[in-house]
């Protein structure tokens, strides 16, 4: 825990005094309300029949016999509403937010996932909801645009700087630093200015709680704990209640792209450009060039390419209680054919990540340990990143005659028109 918001030398609260207020008063009700039983009682119930907590941890019996070494258990978070984890940040924020006596809730968003979780948190709670996505990743992800809109959100595309993730953070701080008194900003992962970091990491913990006392009453003996790590939620929130301990191996899985050279990943803890920096209002370590100008990052996950990671991460980082390890796209890739195929389970992009960790980690365990991975995600939303790798020539045909059919079919004209007055 942080009270003045650093961890170590990282964190802290590096933004423009008109930023001050609603942070304040931010860090002021979150400290209120997690002590208020009330709160506590309907977030509970939330998590329980909306999100479908606890989610399960699943023993993988295939993967443990292939990989011949350490017991593989999975934790399905991937199962929870809205396919991944950003769900558990996302209403425990809404619900504050309400609490609060905020009507309107925005958010940033990248590939779109914690805008989807957002848009449903909102919807479930009746609050209005506006998305920040950068004009770029708004071409890129309409799967996801289209999801946000039907849970009744607006997505508003940024147009600044490179319209990518930085720009939406940018203008949905610009929007919440004049709109507070009505305006809660939802941010979507464990980074930004304090409080955000300690916020997530609180509403996130969700996970590695259920994941202790579902080992506990099986008698797993946990050897390694294994997370992929863009912004850090998931991984901080799994292993949350194991970081003051001196056991079970916490292992963070990063972005290692097509390789190790500037440009090629997004490794911000083991990368060659990974610097010390001051980024979006928040100390940490990022991907910078000399002159502390943002790099280019590249992964095929469009969740773990963001230039910066959380700072309690980048601190136990650099302590040495956490690993870091990267994990290279074919890596990631072969992960979700190796537990598809043998386990039935479709994992994220983003969370093959730390199954691949996992699968090199796993033979030099010894049998009567475990190993847990986090699926932070599951692979659904993903179709267009594993078709075009999987199977190019198919896909290319499926996409052309999907745009005949929509283009010519009289059916979806008839049932378009009734909609597009
Ligand atoms: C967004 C996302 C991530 C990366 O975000 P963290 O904040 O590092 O957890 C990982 N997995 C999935 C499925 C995601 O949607």
Not at 113 to 142: I, N, S, W
Not at 200 to 206: C, L, N, P, Y
Not at 229 to 258: D, H, M, Q, T, W
Not at 385 to 406: C, H, M, Q, S, Y
Request: charged share 25%.
């Amino acid at each position: 825990m942080s009270d003045d918001g650093f961890f170590g030398k990282y964190g802290g609260k590096y933004v423009a005094e008109i930023m001050r207020r609603p942070l304040d008063e931010l860090k002021e009700a979150f400290d209120f309300y997690m002590k208020d039983k009330d709160f506590l009682e309907e977030l509970d119930t939330i998590r329980r029949d909306y999100i479908g907590r606890e989610t399960p941890l699943y023993f993988a019996p295939t993967a443990t016999k292939l990989l011949g070494g350490a017991q593989i258990y999975i934790k399905l978070e991937g199962l929870a509403n809205t396919g991944a984890h950003k769900i558990n940040n996302a209403i425990g924020q809404c619900l504050l937010a309400k609490r609060m006596g905020k009507t309107r809730i925005i958010a940033e968003t990248g590939a779109g996932q914690h805008g989807v979780a957002t848009a449903a948190a909102c919807a479930k709670l009746g609050l209005e909801c506006v998305v920040y996505m950068g004009e770029v990743d708004v071409r890129r992800q309409q799967p996801n645009v289209a999801t946000m809109e039907l849970y009744g959100a607006k997505v508003v595309p940024v147009t600044s700087g490179s319209r990518t993730l930085k720009d939406a953070v940018n203008e949905a701080m610009r929007d919440w630093a004049t709109n507070f008194e009505t305006t809660h900003y939802v941010l979507g992962s464990a980074l930004g200015p304090a409080p955000f970091p300690d916020i997530v990491r609180e509403f996130q913990s969700v996970i590695g709680r259920e994941v202790k006392r579902q080992c506990a009453e099986r008698n797993v003996d946990i050897a390694a704990m294994v997370a992929c790590v863009g912004g850090g939620s998931n991984s901080i929130g799994f292993f949350e209640p194991f970081i003051n301990e001196k056991s079970p191996r916490l292992i963070g899985a990063e972005a290692g792209g097509i390789g190790p050279g500037v440009g090629e990943n997004a490794s911000r803890m083991t990368g060659n450009a990974s610097r010390e920096g001051i980024v979006q209002g928040f100390k940490s370590r990022f991907l910078l060039d000399e002159d502390g100008q943002s790099l280019p990052t590249r992964s095929i996950s469009a969740g773990l390419d963001y230039m910066g990671i959380g700072p309690q991460l980048a601190e136990l980082g650099m302590s040495g209680r956490i690993e870091f390890t990267a994990i290279l796209d074919k890596e990631a890739l072969d992960a979700i054919n190796f537990f598809a195929r043998n386990e039935g389970i479709l994992f994220a992009m983003e969370s093959a990540h730390a199954g691949a960790a996992a699968m090199k980690l796993a033979p030099t365990l010894p049998k009567d340990k475990a190993i847990i991975i986090n699926m932070s995600g599951r692979g659904d939303k993903d179709l267009f990143i594993t078709n075009p790798v999987f199977r190019k020539e198919k896909w290319i045909d499926f996409l052309g005659a999907e745009l005949e059919r929509v283009k010519n079919s009289t059916d979806i004209h008839d049932a378009a028109s009734m909609f597009n007055k």
